[in-house]
């Protein structure tokens, strides 16, 4: 998966805008270590926006899994060299040893994989406790919202990323919790969850709108640099990783492809909180929020926007509108144990063997600790829960007046309910 290395973008980014400003040609003098700190934050993409618009185009899953990963990735990564460069500001980059830049280069290390085991502790106690209030459904989709917070206050008050913190929470516990939940639960954090994160994006452009209207610096040299330098970096990080990992992969990333991911590099909530925050010693202070938010706006109003016309244009594959079937989920499921075995026979040490290695793991040290069996056992196996859940969809289909999403070439049970339907009606 190609990630746009925030490290590597606030080198060339800071360093390119350094250089230039040496010429003169900015209003106000920026130090190296201050415009390092700025292209820190203008590093940060904006996962919600950018995912707002591809799950709106329906781009094919591979590409909407890749923006996604890299956005929310990306943010954390900024995130923490922005601190980082923050914590340089009372040195002074004259005073900087190499002890300090070693340290420096250490502690970026210990806050990410340290963010990563505080989330999957918490995402540990989440599984155990929901695993132990079989008797308090209605309590659990709690436990789900205030646990992961806790993560994220615990990374926050340990001085490790927060945001990878939560990130990594979420990721490791939804196996384990999911078999914990009932299905109205389920649907209830899946749609709190949605309307939530709608409410919060309206609530931080809204602010951003606001701060528009206030003391700006403008300077149309480093703002014009700015925009360019984000827009050229980001097409570069994208470029060149996908280039060589095309090397590897089965399913290349085509030029297509490479374009909306460069293209996707949306700039939103997260460069503008990081922005405002910083110590008002800092001359540029002023200069630094107005390039902010008017690249914002550039990446936000003129990407966003026309984004949806360049992917029809460009005749990008889009995601299939039908639902598997569950021939298809049986013969997925078939061939991931054929490649299994073959992986084994071969003695390559393939992300199949790896899956399968960690789900034999999972099923003899963690489901026992962090899932309620007897619950699972009443659901059924995990090939009944599936078809339960496809049926279920197709009911709400046909009950809303709609024929359900199905291949029509693949046959299956809820196929066949959908055709004894039809001849009903």
């Not at 070693?102 to 995402?123: C, D, E, M, N, R």
């Not at 996908?242 to 991911?261: C, E, G, H, I, T």
């Not at 960690?358 to 489901?367: H, V, Y």
């Amino acid at each position: 998966m190609p990630l746009d290395s925030p490290a590597l973008g606030l080198k060339l980014q800071g360093v390119s805008l350094w250089l230039i400003g040496l010429t003169g040609i900015y209003s106000v003098e920026v130090p190296l270590l201050h415009v390092l700190l700025f292209s820190s934050l203008i590093s940060a993409t904006d996962p919600v926006a950018v995912i707002a618009f591809l799950d709106e185009i329906h781009v094919n899953k591979l590409l909407y899994t890749t923006v996604f990963a890299e956005s929310l990735l990306n943010d954390a990564v900024s995130i923490v060299l922005f601190r980082l460069f923050k914590s340089f500001l009372p040195i002074g980059i004259e005073n900087m040893r190499p002890l300090d830049c070693a340290a420096g280069f250490l502690s970026f290390f210990v806050v990410a994989f340290g963010g990563i085991l505080i989330g999957v502790i918490w995402a540990a106690i989440v599984g155990f406790t929901t695993r132990h209030s079989k008797e308090v459904d209605v309590v659990k989709p709690v436990f789900v919202f205030v646990l992961p917070y806790c993560a994220y206050l615990a990374a926050e008050m340990t001085g490790l990323s927060a945001i990878i913190a939560t990130v990594f929470c979420c990721v490791a516990m939804k196996p384990y919790v999911k078999l914990n939940m009932p299905a109205s639960a389920i649907n209830s954090i899946k749609y709190f969850t949605k309307v939530f994160a709608e409410m919060s994006e309206a609530v931080i452009f809204l602010f951003l709108g606001l701060s528009a209207i206030r003391r700006h610096h403008w300077d149309f040299a480093f703002i014009l640099l700015t925009i360019i330098f984000c827009v050229l970096f980001r097409t570069l990080g994208m470029i060149i990783p996908a280039y060589f990992l095309n090397k590897f992969r089965l399913v290349p990333y085509s030029k297509v492809d490479q374009f909306v991911l460069a293209y996707s590099g949306n700039r939103g909530p997260i460069a503008f909180g990081l922005v405002i925050g910083l110590p008002d010693s800092i001359p540029a202070k002023d200069l630094f929020i107005t390039a902010t938010i008017a690249t914002i706006y550039f990446t936000a109003v003129l990407q966003g926007v026309t984004m949806k016309p360049l992917v029809r244009w460009l005749n990008i594959k889009l995601d299939d509108p039908n639902r598997k079937s569950m021939m298809e989920h049986t013969v997925e499921k078939q061939l991931d144990f054929v490649m299994v075995g073959l992986e084994d026979i071969c003695g390559y040490r393939g992300h199949h063997w790896l899956r399968s290695g960690f789900e034999r793991f999972s099923a003899r040290w963690l489901r026992p600790l962090l899932v309620d069996e007897a619950s699972v056992r009443q659901q059924g196996s995990k090939l009944v829960r599936e078809f339960t859940r496809v049926a279920l969809l197709d009911a709400v289909d046909i009950a809303e007046g709609r024929k359900p999403n199905v291949n029509k070439s693949s046959p299956s049970l809820q196929r066949l309910c959908t055709q004894t339907a039809e001849c009903e009606l």
